[in-house]
């Protein structure tokens, strides 16, 4: 007989931030409405080499409800990367708070968070942004290869009461 032994973070891997990571009182990951990560979304890929910007935004015609992530060029690597480090495409504040703005129901970006540390205070303005907001933040996800366009999104974090964050597995239908 095998029996594995699993210890870790809420935050390894391909994971969800629930609103409670940030927001203190905020809902928890076994409290995430299912269709917050069943059913359409959309990969845009994002060409500039620093941050997911308005401007590269707005043509895209973002609707409330929707649920997007993002390519960028972080996505060959994520998996390589065991802790948070270096330069990566994050997304900047003002983008956070204009997809706030938009209502949208999940944000997904392809490295291990949405926000740089430098400085220190994007990270908590760029989660709060979206948590604040209930929008679900899904991090870490490889997505080398996969082409911009529309999906159907089937992501399911372990459903473990009352915390912050959940791995998942996510799968992207044409």
């Known amino acids: 007989m095998t029996m594995s032994r699993i210890e870790m973070s809420s935050h390894d891997g391909t ?3 629930s609103p409670l990571h940030f927001i203190p009182g905020g809902t928890t990951i076994d409290a995430m409405p299912i269709e917050t990560t069943v059913g359409p979304c959309r990969v845009i890929e994002i060409k500039d080499e620093k941050s997911v910007t308005v401007k590269e935004l707005e043509p895209y015609k973002i609707k409330a409800g929707e649920r997007i992530l993002f390519k960028t060029k972080n996505s060959p690597g994520v998996y390589a990367v065991r802790q948070y480090a270096g330069k990566f495409v994050t997304i900047s504040v003002e ?3 204009y997809l706030a703005e938009k209502k949208i ?3 997904g970006i392809d490295y291990i ?3 740089s540390a430098e400085p220190m205070e994007n990270v908590n303005d760029v989660h709060k942004a979206f948590l604040s907001n209930g ?3 899904l991090e870490a996800l490889n997505l080398a290869g996969v082409k911009p366009g529309n999906y159907e999104l089937i992501c399911l974090p372990l459903r473990i009461e009352k915390v912050d964050a959940g791995p998942c597995r996510v799968i992207l239908r044409k």
Do not use: P
């Open 105 to 107: 129901r999940l944000v």
């Open 95 to 97: 983008a956070a708070r």
């Open 135 to 137: 929008i679900f933040i």
């Open 15 to 17: 994971h969800i931030d």
């Open 113 to 115: 968070s949405v926000a």
